[in-house]
């Protein structure tokens, strides 16, 4: 399917084929060091939060700008349209009259799908509610086959470990989702009551997908090829003193990956709050900061992509 | 035309009076019955309500008979959200001229609110759109939020 004018909503609406497309033009942008600034000259992104995220706003900024295109901005957007009453639809009918492409954050799941169906140019997620934020998929994976170019060609099966809010955290949702498509192995690792929900463990099933719980983080640190840590939340539990305890048993240090493989990368969506030790920023082990790095290339190159100037 | 009503020998004992024109379910799941009931009166019309009934498929069953109206498409795609299985004759001169399951829709637009209460259709003027995924028992996923529900746990429109 072609990439020119498409939405960017949700992971499931990706092939493997398309993953690979995004992978591998992010690649190649990321090889030619000189900014690639004639790319999408005169070309224009909206950026409409209806929430703030410095950080997704700022990436995906910076990606428009190295490709050369220009930014506007509806930072605050939630205080200019909704509170005069204005609908999402009416909003975003709006924008399209002068934006190439609309980069859209909003509180409410489902925001971006229901965006895609009125507008004639290219809706990106950049997070709609608890439910999609796929260019945060796509730089995890792009990620992960750097790391591993096996995780492409499925020489040889990467063992990749979950760890913490599997049940409410969606970047490891979605991310499973996304790897049904390749050889992997996945180990999960969540307290109780935050397990992986049944519809993703089936989905995984459906594509035998080789999946096993590991009873602690010691345990899944010596298996794995990449450790995916997410954030718990406090208001998932009910208990002040249950979080603190579970908090304790899910945060890793620089001692306890002293066994683990060489190879073993450590990946995290950011921001951190507790789950990584800052000792372990020093070790070979840590790649959450690249990770987020991945972020440019890709948000590049899915902005080529929707726009026409890359295949 | 007309057509004498049909009487305990040349039909199945009945367990509710017979109807001239109209509709009846039958099927229904004994708990739904009310629901289904309300559903259909709330359109003005007679309705008579058959409750615990025997039945060999299902043990208990309930059935709802609507005089003088067919169903329009929008009710039956709500009746097939709140009682699939259910079965739906067209009475006309006390004869039964069509009799099938209730059409099972692949998708179900605005007949269901989202059970997602941060899901964008329950807060922006859009309407709902639950896409069907599994039956026995009837899954819906929503377009928007992508959630899963079963049927039961949703709010007719
Ligand atoms: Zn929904």
Redesign the interface.
Known sequence: MTFSGRHVI?I?DFSRGDILTVINAARAIEMQSAPRTELVGGKLMATLFFEPSTRTRLSFEAAMQKLGGRVIGLSDAASTSTKKGE???DTIRMIEQYADVIVIR??????A??ASEVSRVPIINGG?????HPSQTFLDLYTIAKLYPALLDGSAPLTIAFAGDLRYGRTVHSLLTALCHFRVKLVLVAPRGLEMPA?YLQQAAAVGMDVSEAPNLQDAIAQADILYMTRLQEERFPDPLEFDHIKASYRITAHMLSDARQSLRVLHPLPRINEIAIDVDQTVHAHYFAQAGNGIPVRQALLGLVLGVLI | MTTDPPTATNTKVRQVEAIVHGTVIDHIPGHMTLKVANLLARENDQVSIGMNLRSARMGRKGLVKISGRELDERTLSRLALIAPGATVSIIRDYQVIHKSTVPMPKTFEDIAR?A?P????N????SSRLDVIGHEPLHVR???????FAASELTLV
Request: contains cysteine; proline residues 3%.
């Open positions: 949700s499931a609908s999402l639809a909003h509180p409410r799941d489902g925001a799908r229901l709609d509610g608890g439910n999609q519809e | 989202c997602n941060n899901c964008v259709t807060h922006e003027k859009w929503c377009f928007y939020c992508e959630r899963s």
